[in-house]
């Protein structure tokens, strides 16, 4: 492996953060280690008894990637005080939300509907085998294709990447994405509700996807996508007493008790589920929205 950077990370989980289905296309690198890319740049990173390495030159882009500025004690003083989100705390420590790209983000979390992560990986690195631009250095994957690449596709051929249904979706964003009938930069002004009415106006794009596009993408922290998981953790373990609770209920609870770092919290919890499964089993009280518990941060 080529020499690497000591890069200061405290409080980071670099295994945690890029196996917690936000991001798509990092791979093994052996020894611990990971390739990919930060936009088109190619990066190498390997943590190892709690240090962090990565490709000389690359370490303000790294840093910002994984957003290594995020106060943790701040954000893990901020969620409820109740068993599922200490669980998920303690299980998830060091767990970052990444700064993705924003065409990058948005096209990956429209092909996702439906899909579990392994697929939507699958999905992501064929569209940028197929459409990418490749790098030219040490194997790592291609770049996402650009907009205008995706526009300049037919159907089929993103069917043939596994898409299945979101192929049609993803054409029609990228063309008006392309043609600028859609100015996804422009989103970065709005307000949290301006902003996701924005994002549903693409195609295939409801308030899961736009939430996952203003949390990963926009950095909009408070942004709490709810799937197919978190509708399950919320109703099993917030809810097991009640029935027929909508999902634009769940939406309005999630909004009260996870604050404004709701991202965070439901990325834990999205993460401690989908690894922890059992863990749904249990039942326990709802949270004291009020209730905070500084010793959440180690």
Not at 63 to 73: G, K, S, T
Not at 254 to 265: D, L, S, T
Request: glycine share 8%; hydrophobic share 45%; aromatic share 10%.
């Amino acid at each position: 492996m080529p020499r690497l950077s000591l890069l200061p990370a405290p409080h980071f989980d670099l295994r945690l953060t890029l196996e917690s289905g936000q991001v798509f296309h990092w791979l093994p690198d052996g020894d611990g280690g990971y390739r990919g890319l930060i936009g088109e740049r190619p990066v190498r990173l390997r943590q190892a008894d709690g240090q962090l390495w990565v490709t000389p030159g690359a370490e303000a882009a790294v840093a910002r990637y994984f957003a290594l500025d995020h106060d943790l004690e701040a954000i893990y003083a901020s969620f409820p005080s109740d068993r599922p989100m200490a669980e998920a705390l303690d299980f998830c420590w060091g767990l970052r939300i990444i700064r993705q790209p924003l065409w990058e983000c948005v096209a990956t979390f429209l092909t996702s509907s439906m899909k579990q992560v392994a697929h939507i990986r699958q999905m992501s690195l064929a569209l940028r085998e197929r459409f990418g631009r490749p790098v030219a250095c040490w194997e790592a994957p291609a770049v996402y294709p650009e907009p205008e690449r995706l526009a300049r596709a037919t159907e089929a051929q993103l069917r043939a990447c596994g898409l299945g249904f979101r192929a049609g979706n993803l054409l029609e964003t990228a063309r008006l994405v392309a043609e600028g009938t859609v100015d996804l930069e422009a989103i970065q002004a709005m307000d949290d509700e301006a902003a996701l009415a924005e994002l549903c106006r693409l195609p295939g794009v409801g308030p899961k996807i736009a939430n996952c596009a203003l949390l990963f993408g926009y950095e909009r922290l408070r942004a709490f996508p709810i799937d197919v998981w978190i509708e399950r953790v919320l109703r099993q373990l917030y809810f097991a007493k009640k029935r027929n609770v909508t999902v634009p209920q769940l939406r309005e609870f999630a909004a009260r008790a996870f604050g404004p770092y709701g991202g965070y919290a439901q990325q834990y919890l999205f993460h401690h589920a989908r690894s922890r499964p059992a863990a749904l089993g249990k039942r326990v009280a709802q949270p004291d929205h009020k209730a905070k518990r500084a010793d959440h941060y180690k």
